[in-house]
């Protein structure tokens, strides 16, 4: 068994990664069903696998998790347990993932705690080409999912903190992509899809209603992403993001992160950017997970604060004040472009009916914007 010490050269032309197509939805578990999964067959299996050093292999079992278009198995072996994964259709650009593949080698080496990739036989390459798929090789992470305490909350950002700190210092070999939530165009073009495309889903739905609620959102991200411009969001230094910061990808032992999973959307941007995603993701209160209709509108101001003290003890400069002062609107533009995108593409947010979850954005909405100033006084006192 090898660690990956470099990236295969790939074999596209051209050097520079392809903007990001657009936002990707987060908000917790709730976006892939568990059915209709892509599934690895085992003549495909053999062939990948022959390409690196694992002993005899013992057991593989399909690892039902992440995007349904990505597939993964288990796998045990004499050399110990391993992840194998094949990138979705879409997030296979060999110089995107070069580029994803270079910033965890280089955490790595940092001791940062990811899941290491495995290099292939001979030529350790943490990059598998074959057929025109790309298949990636790690070692499997054990831990717990995120528990919603306050300890665990902190511990999300100070390693966050931690993450920035760290990627100040990285060189990526690949031009990195860019661009996120923030300022995001065809927004109104994504909202005039969505009353039709949650119609054929649900065809019981108020499209009036939709309708209505699509409006505010529209006004809504607009005035936030101008408050966000006021606050010089555009003269902000860009810095290598996660790009994903939510529970999801996080796996923790006790009160400690034991590993932080998918690289697949960092990105240069802001640091508030992944800031208050991460604010977002971990603050939102769901009571009763597939009902948005029942979550309590609201942050949770405890793991908010939790999660900010994490994040400036360990990131080295703490947020300027206009940082701080954009926080609460960039909320509101995560929350309002990360829900949209899904759902005017298949007309619902994974397992959830999609106009109940537009409500629950419309109620969160109308509530984070006028505690805006409160919120950003709790967090600077």
Known sequence: MI?????????????????????????????????????????ELAIVLSHYDLGQIEQIREYR???????????????????????????????????????????????????????TRGTNNSLLQLNGRIYELFHYAAG???????????????????????????????????????????????????????AAVEPQADRKMLKKICVFLHKTYNE??????????????????????????????????????????ARLEPRMADIANAVLQFSMRMSWPDDPDHWPAGLDAERVRALMHGYHETAGDRLTDQELASLPWLIVEALIMESVVPIAATGSFGRIRASSFLRMVERESRWIVPRAEKLVRYLGG
Do not use: C
């Not at 392809?18 to 003549?43: I, K, M, T, W, Y």
């Not at 992440?66 to 004499?78: D, E, L, N, T, Y």
């Not at 305490?149 to 999300?156: D, F, G, N």
């Open 144 to 198: 717990t999912r995120y528990d919603e305490s306050v300890a665990q909350t902190h511990e999300a950002g100070r390693v966050l903190g931690a993450l920035h700190r760290l990627l100040a210092t990285f060189k990526p070999p690949f031009d990195p992509p860019v661009g996120a939530y923030h300022g995001a165009a065809g927004l109104e073009v994504k909202l005039s899809q969505i009353p039709d495309a949650v």
């Open 224 to 265: 936030a992403a101008k408050r966000v411009d006021k606050f010089g969001y555009g003269s902000w230094p860009k810095v290598i993001i996660h790009g994903d910061w939510h529970p999801g990808n996080l796996l923790f032992h006790d009160s400690k992160i034991a590993a932080v999973l998918d690289f697949d959307s």
């Open 65 to 119: 998790r992440g995007s349904r278009r990505a597939p993964k198995v288990r796998i045990k072996s004499q050399q110990g347990r391993f992840l194998l994964k094949r990138r979705a259709p879409g997030r296979d650009d060999p110089y995107r993932v070069a580029f994803a593949q270079s910033l965890q080698l280089f955490l790595a080496e940092r001791d940062y705690p990811i899941a290491a990739l495995v290099g």
């Open 3 to 43: 660690l990956a010490r470099q990236v295969i050269t790939v074999h596209n032309s051209g050097m520079a990664l392809p903007e990001p197509q657009e936002p990707q939805a987060h908000l917790g578990p709730f976006l892939e069903p568990q059915s209709q999964r892509d599934q690895f067959d085992s003549h």
